[in-house]
């Protein structure tokens, strides 16, 4: 509701980061496959995952221009449904998975994560300026909504973390490991990405907070689901990060 629509645009930043991750994220596969397969899909999953429909809030938080990371969302979301389904295959040594079908499977999640919000944003703000201005005015309702998300996000991986056998346990660590490495590293390459184009926020927003639910479905259809651990782990992190983010700045 506080997204001026004028401002969405595909500028260099959001195109720098989204090649920045497929990079990033095919040179790490590349560079872990010989060493374990498996830390290796890890590792891919987590760099390669979208960015979290909640990054805006997160960012508006903490005063970020939101329109960046919006445009950044979209070309997320756009790329994932279009490059992810050639990737794959290669990745999670699936054969047979048909471009078109896996594409429109995927754009099938996100179009109600992401297309829809925006749609009903709109109409508010051309159709019903009260309804639009009492949400600007509330806005920090998105916080609590955050929270409650947050709860059943951490609650849900943690149930999906014990229902795993012992024998499990070193291997469950090792993937935690990976993808507390590959979470610091994608919120301080944002950070520093952002520094470059004048927008630290939305840069360490849009790399370092991702959308675990969307990797999670993608690594039970196409990859080891044991990635999934590692996954549920990220969101612990990453939430680690931004709520204390948002700690320090309210304290600032």
């Known amino acids: 509701s506080k997204l001026d629509f004028k401002e969405i645009k ?21 560079a872990l496959y010989f060493w374990n397969p498996l830390f290796a899909q890890q590792t891919f999953i987590c760099l390669i995952c979208p960015v979290a429909t909640s990054a805006p809030v997160i960012a508006l938080m903490l005063g970020a221009n939101i329109a960046v990371l919006v445009s950044f969302t979209l ?10 389904p050639f990737l794959l295959p290669i990745v999670g ?16 999640q996100i179009i109600p994560l992401i297309l829809l919000p925006l749609i009903v944003a709109y109409l508010f703000k051309n159709y019903l300026p009260k309804a639009d201005s009492f949400l ?14 947050l709860v059943l996000v951490i609650g ?11 024998d499990m346990i070193p291997v469950e660590i090792g993937l935690a490991a990976i993808s507390l490495v590959a979470c610091v590293f994608q919120f301080v390459a944002g950070h520093a990405i952002g520094a470059r184009f004048g927008n630290k926020v939305a840069g360490t927003q849009g790399l370092g907070q991702k959308n675990t639910a969307i990797a999670m479905w993608l690594a039970f259809e196409y990859l080891n689901p044991l990635v999934s651990v590692g996954l549920a782990a990220y969101s612990v992190w990453q939430n680690i990060i931004n709520s204390t983010q948002i700690y320090l700045k309210g304290r600032s």
């Open 10 to 30: 595909v500028s260099r930043m959001p195109v720098f980061m989204i090649v920045f991750q497929y990079a990033i994220a095919i040179l790490s596969y590349l």
């Open 75 to 84: 070309v997320s979301y756009v790329a994932i449904a279009i490059l992810t």
């Open 93 to 108: 040594g699936t054969q047979g998975v048909h471009f078109l079908a896996t594409s429109w499977m995927i754009a099938r």
């Open 136 to 149: 600007q005015k509330h806005h920090g309702i998105s916080f609590y909504l955050w929270s409650i998300t």
């Open 156 to 166: 849900k991986a943690t149930t999906f973390v014990l229902e795993q056998p012992s």
